[in-house]
Nanobody
Framework: QVQLVEAGGGLVQAGGSLRVSCTAS????????MGWFRQTPGKEREFVGG????????YYDDSVKGRFTISRDSPRNSVYLQMNSLKPEDTGVYFC?????????????????WGQGTQVTVSS
């Protein structure tokens, strides 16, 4: 059974940092893109960033560029989201997802497997 499990969310003050991890089991995802998305109540799930299968292509939404960093550890089947200079508008449930292909897509429908999500709350 394929599973993606996120960990590391929590409550932080504005300006603070959090690191969220995503670990996969059941199959290897070393050759596909991994994405991070976030969702707030009443809104669609939005793309935060993604990393290609090779790790050579990393993309971010403009809202997090310069503050968030995505990395992956393929031998550990894990991907990470380092979030710095957090803002209250970064609050939401953060999901990791495994894509269909090696290249990063910003569209949620291009991702096949999803984690259960982890809550990130940034207080002002």
């Amino acid at each position: 059974q394929v599973q993606l499990v996120e960990a590391g969310g929590g409550l932080v003050q504005a300006g603070g940092s959090l690191r969220v991890s995503c670990t996969a089991s059941g199959r290897t995802f070393s050759n596909v893109a991994m994405g991070w998305f976030r969702q707030t109540p009443g809104k669609e799930r939005e793309f935060v960033g993604g990393i290609s299968g090779s790790g050579g292509g990393i993309y971010y939404d403009d809202s997090v560029k310069g503050r968030f960093t995505i990395s992956r550890d393929s031998p550990r089947n894990s991907v990470y989201l380092q979030m710095n200079s957090l803002k209250p508008e970064d609050t939401g449930v953060y999901f990791c997802a495994a894509g269909r292909w090696a290249s990063v897509s910003t569209a949620a429908w291009d991702y096949v497997y999803w984690g259960q999500g982890t809550q990130v709350t940034v207080s002002s």
